[in-house]
């Protein structure tokens, strides 16, 4: 936890896409201090036509390289979402040569009872985690 959905225009391998997922990683580790295990990632690949994203009239450019980030997430703190949208930035110019201005992310919060983790319990509530 979190949970992160990465959409991408189609056209990498499966390296490649390993490479950005776990430059991600190492964002969320950093950002959110929780533990190396704690990944739980569902990638995405759309045709080009099928991954619209504009600006918000920013003037931002996109490229096939677009990757959008959707987190789901306990309550984090101002810093370190703004510590995240970095990170993930950083993370990916260097590990994958991906513009920041092709990055979009979202988060959403929810609170510990909204999380199982399997067997049917929730592990927040039970003091498992």
């Known amino acids: 936890m979190p949970l992160l959905r990465i959409d991408l225009v189609e ?9 950005l997922a776990d430059a991600i990683h190492r964002a969320m580790l950093k950002a959110f201090s929780v533990p190396e ?27 096939k390289n677009f990757v959008l980030i959707q987190v789901t997430s306990r309550p984090r703190t101002r810093p370190e979402k703004e510590n995240f949208y970095r990170f993930v930035t950083e993370e990916l110019k260097a590990a994958c040569n991906i513009e920041p201005s092709d990055v979009m992310i979202s988060i959403t919060q929810n609170t510990d009872e909204d999380w199982s983790f399997g067997n049917g319990r929730a592990q927040f509530l039970t003091g498992e985690l």
């Open 11 to 19: 056209g990498r391998n499966g390296q490649e896409i390993q490479v």
């Open 37 to 63: 295990r704690d990944r739980y990632q569902i990638i995405a690949e759309h045709k080009a036509s099928q991954l619209i994203a504009e600006d918000t009239g920013l003037g931002i450019p996109r490229t």
